[in-house]
């Protein structure tokens, strides 16, 4: 995966850069360390500067995240709450209220997530979704992740400039840091979900008492 990110940043420059991180946004697996570590390493030995790959990487970012909102969009609060009022709803043991819960939270904080998210990987992409079905307005997204990725971007590309040819040891401590931060996200999840069942069995069992 790696050698092929290379030959295509390599052969295409910035076109490369921009495509290749609008894939990583869509697509999370890819990685985008790899990307801008050596983007920035490039700009020592080739007509890239920082500001030109910072300014491709962005536009790229931008574009792979306007992707997912829209996807997010297709996938709306309506058609969620339709989907969690027939089988798949009980089998999940969700409700119509736990959709409507999730979405004034992400309408109240949903600004703060979107932005902080974009320096999580992984996250920074998926959480274009959530920010689509929940309706934010498309203006606030674009600032936001425009912001967020530009800041994300420049770090990653000064570092691999200011690095040269240890460029990959940047980026193996973003893997690392990538790697932790799932982690941690898998057993938040594991925990809330433990929680939330827990609250809600003991609401059924005050339900029956009464």
């Given at each position: ?21 609008m ?12 990307i ?34 829209f ?140």
């Amino acid at each position: 995966m790696q050698e092929i990110i290379i030959n295509i940043m390599n052969q295409f420059g910035y076109l490369g850069i921009l495509l290749l991180i609008m894939i990583e946004n869509v697509f999370p697996p890819i990685p985008s360390e790899v990307i801008l570590c050596f983007g920035g390493f490039m700009t020592n030995s080739t007509n890239l500067t920082i500001l030109g790959v910072i300014i491709a990487s962005t536009i790229g970012s931008v574009l792979g995240a306007i992707i997912l909102y829209f996807l997010g969009k297709i996938l709306n609060k309506e058609r969620l709450i339709k989907i969690i009022s027939g089988k798949i709803g009980k089998v999940l043991r969700l409700k119509v209220k736990d959709i409507e819960k999730a979405d004034y939270w992400f309408d109240t904080k949903g600004s703060k997530t979107v932005f902080f998210c974009r320096f999580i990987p992984i996250v920074r992409s998926l959480i274009s979704i959530p920010a689509g079905m929940s309706e934010m307005p498309f203006w606030k997204f674009i600032t936001l992740t425009t912001l967020g990725t530009t800041i994300w971007n420049t770090i990653l590309t000064v570092l691999g400039s200011i690095m040269g040819e240890n460029w990959y040891k940047v980026a193996s401590f973003i893997d690392e840091y990538a790697t932790i931060t799932l982690i941690i996200l898998v057993i938040l999840f594991i925990i809330g979900t433990v929680y939330f069942y827990s609250k809600r069995s003991d609401a059924i069992k005050t339900r029956k008492i009464k």
